[in-house]
């Protein structure tokens, strides 16, 4: 692994880490360089980790969080977020995790994210079969005026960046907004700390 010190609030450690069960594929971590039991976020977009993902990633360590990019299936996601504090219990917490889908990767995270309950961020979703869960925290950050299937007692807030494209928040992307990626970026961590409990001060 690697350390840098960037924006954000601490300096990380990036590389790859085997998911805990079989046949142990290849994640994608960044973390905070500090031994102790951090937050954990698991990202996905229904592939495996990719330079976007992996930048992502390392956004949300260096404020605070453990993130995990693991392979683009489900089985895999749920692997992933059930080691925190669990396999992964030397990083990481069992009772401050969540789950982040980006583009098609939202089905499949909140179903993660409704079976266990817990934290849920939707970035530029793909909305073909998805069910925005009713029973955890949800914060959906769209490129469009979008709608899901949301009980009536959904809870969760709803960003839309009007006219931009669905990789608005993707440096590497023709519809990369920095005004529209810092915004949803400062709304992510703020989510992440309110329902995680990071430190917004913590250095």
């Known amino acids: 692994m690697s350390v840098i010190a960037g924006e ?60 995990v990019v693991p392979p683009g299936t489900k089985v895999d996601l749920a692997a992933a977020v059930d080691a925190f504090g669990g396999a992964w219990g030397d990083w990481s917490r069992a009772d401050r995790r969540a789950v982040l889908g980006i583009g098609a990767g939202a089905v499949s995270a909140a179903e993660v994210a409704t079976e266990r309950s817990i934290p849920l961020v939707l970035l530029s979703p793909s909305l073909a079969g998805l069910v925005v869960p009713v029973n955890a925290p949800v914060l959906v950050l769209s490129a469009e005026a979008t709608s899901a299937n949301r009980g009536p007692a959904a809870t969760g807030r709803w960003v839309v960046y009007r006219g931009l494209g669905a990789g608005f928040w ?25 329902h995680l409990g990071v430190d917004a001060a913590a250095a």
Not at 42 to 67: E, F, I, N, Q
Not at 170 to 194: E, I, K, N
């Open 170 to 194: 993707d440096d590497a992307s023709a519809d990369y907004s920095l005004a529209a990626a810092t915004d949803a970026l400062s709304r992510l961590v703020g989510f992440l700390d309110r």
């Open 8 to 67: 954000g609030r601490v300096p990380i450690l990036y590389g790859g880490h085997a998911i805990p069960v079989a046949p142990y594929r290849s994640a994608y971590l960044a973390r905070p360089d500090a031994v102790d039991r951090h937050p954990g976020v698991a990202l996905t977009d229904s592939v495996d980790p990719t330079p976007p993902m992996k930048t992502l990633a390392r956004h949300l360590a260096r404020y605070g969080y453990a993130a």
